[in-house]
């Protein structure tokens, strides 16, 4: 353990946001996710794990990882699942990560000329990309 003082305290406060451009997607193109972790405090938070699905119409290409301090920090994937890991975050720490996913080129789902605000679609499991505005080609 990295922070063995502070091992078993649970009194941590992590801010977990994510977000996506561009907007609107076109079918075939890349989108990118941005997920930023932050510990507000007021403990440092160990063996943090965060998951993310993506969109079945979608095809992970690549990731890349930011730590405002250097903490080792590892993206898994495993077919639609997105695992991040890290040992620990030390409060104020903040970790982002940039996925790249390709939109299917056979993409058939609910398409839009433009962005889709609100919760409304027709997209299963609040699918980003109906949110985003997936447009034909």
């Known amino acids: 353990l990295l922070k063995v ?6 009194d941590v ?3 977990v946001t994510k977000s996506d451009t561009p907007d609107p997607i076109t079918v075939g193109d890349n989108l990118t ?3 930023v972790i932050t510990n507000n405090g007021p ?3 160990n063996k943090v794990v965060a998951t993310d699905l993506i969109d079945i119409n979608t095809t ?4 890349s990882v930011v730590d405002n301090q250097g903490a ?11 695992t991040i890991s890290t040992d620990y975050l030390n409060i104020n720490e903040t ?4 996925l790249t996913v390709k939109v299917s080129e056979s993409y058939n789902g609910p398409k839009t000329s433009g962005p889709v605000s609100g919760g409304s679609g027709s997209l299963d499991d609040d699918r980003q990309l109906e949110r985003t505005g997936c447009r034909p080609a």
């Open 33 to 35: 996710y941005t997920i």
């Open 60 to 63: 992970y290409v690549t990731s």
């Open 43 to 45: 403990s440092v938070a």
């Open 95 to 98: 970790v982002t990560i940039t």
């Open 13 to 15: 406060d992590l801010l």
């Open 5 to 10: 003082q502070e091992f078993f305290t649970s």
């Open 72 to 82: 080792s920090t590892l993206v898994s994937v495993s077919g639609q699942t997105i």
